[in-house]
Nanobody
Framework: QVQLVESGGGLVQAGGSLRLSCAAS????????MDWYRQTPGKQRELVAG???????HYADSVKGRFTISRDNAKNTMDLQMLSLKPEDTAVYYC?????????????WGQGTQVTVSS
């Protein structure tokens, strides 16, 4: 059973920074995807950044140049460094992992961590 636990959220002023971390149980980074999503009330969950199965990073246009995703395979952690935060970055941020096995896959989610950016 895969478990994901996010941490690092909080309240910050516009222009500030936060670093989110996702701790995963088990060695799940190989041949899997790992992503950060965010969600605000009444809206669909939005993909923010992540790693493809080949380890390539990708970012939503809205965060390019401000957010940086990284991972430590030895520690099974994935971080999201967020700089120059804007009020519109306010959301609950979720860690997501999709585990592939043969022709099947399964998605796992963390419980989420709140990020609030004040203007």
């Amino acid at each position: 059973q895969v478990q994901l636990v996010e941490s690092g959220g909080g309240l910050v002023q516009a222009g500030g920074s936060l670093r989110l971390s996702c701790a995963a149980s088990g060695n799940i980074f190989s041949s899997n995807t790992m992503d950060w999503y965010r969600q605000t009330p009444g809206k669909q969950r939005e993909l923010v950044a992540g790693f493809t199965r080949g380890g390539i990073t990708h970012y939503a246009d809205s965060v390019k140049g401000r957010f940086t995703i990284s991972r430590d395979n030895a520690k099974n952690t994935m971080d999201l460094q967020m700089l120059s935060l804007k009020p519109e970055d306010t959301a609950v941020y979720y860690c997501n992992a999709v585990i592939y096995s043969g022709d099947s896959s399964r998605a796992y989610w963390g419980q989420g961590t709140q990020v609030t950016v004040s203007s």
